[in-house]
């Protein structure tokens, strides 16, 4: 194994996920290194959703190849599966069940020592103390975000996907996840993998972008780096470059 392959927390070699004529993830190849956050970009049915569902096993590919914090998932998924954990807001939690009721279900399903302290800590964390014991439906999205955060972090994951994780949060709510996510990271130095359509949080949060449009790599870069190459002021404006098929090596920006 390379140094380069032995510092990364994922790999990914032309993965591909067709459903019948329709290629939603093409042959996509990129790598994340231990302790970065990767953005995937891309307009709505870019195959952001479709990528990290094959990440995390619950979907197969059509072809590719991923590794995984060094195994290769597709065969050997669940010797990383308990070293990984997510939170997408397409994906619920029993809703009659309390907060302190569902996290305990994650903690112990992840076999996570001492879970009533786990989740203790995480209400404290992600400041959930006061609806632990609230039944999960009755709280507004934005507070079922937290505790989709919670769940996410219940194990401690080494390797973390957020699909669009300030979704649905007020403006100030959504600055206090990021930040949270910062010290997180910092603090355990997780590698992230996010996608979202909030260009100023993959400016604040991530290393590196990959901009994906119909399933396709189509630029990647750190977010200066994007924003210089395309002779803009934001990643805002790269994006829309990139989603109207601009292309910065043959129709630079004006
Ligand atoms: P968004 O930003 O809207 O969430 P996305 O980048 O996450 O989009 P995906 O949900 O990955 O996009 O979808 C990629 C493509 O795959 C889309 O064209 C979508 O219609 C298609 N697709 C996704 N799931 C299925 C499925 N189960 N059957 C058929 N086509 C699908």
Redesign the pocket.
């Known amino acids: 194994m390379s140094a380069d392959q032995a510092s990364s927390a994922l790999s990914v070699v032309n993965l591909t ?1 067709v ?2 004529t ?4 093409d042959r996509l190849t990129f790598d994340v290194r231990r302790g970065q956050t990767l953005a ?1 970009l ?12 094959m990440l995390l096993g619950l ?1 197969t590919p059509t072809s590719g190849s991923i590794e995984v914090l060094g195994e290769d998932m597709i065969r050997h998924r669940f010797r990383v599966l308990g070293r990984m954990n997510f939170s997408s807001p ?1 994906v619920d939690v029993p809703h009659r069940l309390t907060v302190r009721q569902n996290l305990l279900v994650y903690a112990r399903l992840y076999s996570v020592p001492h879970p009533h302290r786990r989740v203790a800590e995480l209400a404290e964390d992600l400041d959930l103390v006061a609806f632990l014991d609230r039944a999960t439906g009755s709280l507004s999205a934005g507070q079922r975000t937290r505790v989709a955060l919670a769940k996410a972090l219940v194990n401690r994951p080494d390797l973390l996907l957020l ?2 994780p300030t979704a649905s949060l007020d403006p100030d709510t959504g600055d206090w996840v990021r930040s949270y996510l910062e010290t997180y990271r910092a603090a355990t130095g997780a590698t992230i993998l996010l ?1 979202s ?1 909030n260009m100023g949080e993959v400016e604040r949060l991530a290393d590196d972008v990959v901009m ?1 449009r ?2 396709r790599l189509v630029d990647r870069g750190t977010p200066a780096d994007l924003i210089a190459r395309y002779g803009r002021t934001s990643l805002e404006e790269v994006f829309l470059d990139i989603a109207r098929a601009k292309d910065a090596s043959t129709d630079p920006a004006p």
Do not use: C, P, Q
């Not at 891309?42 to 569902?53: E, H, I, R, V």
């Open positions: 996920k459903y019948g329709d290629i939603a993830v995937l891309g307009g709505n049915g870019a195959g952001k959703t479709t990528t990290l569902s979907l397409y699909d669009e996608a359509h994906l119909r399933g």
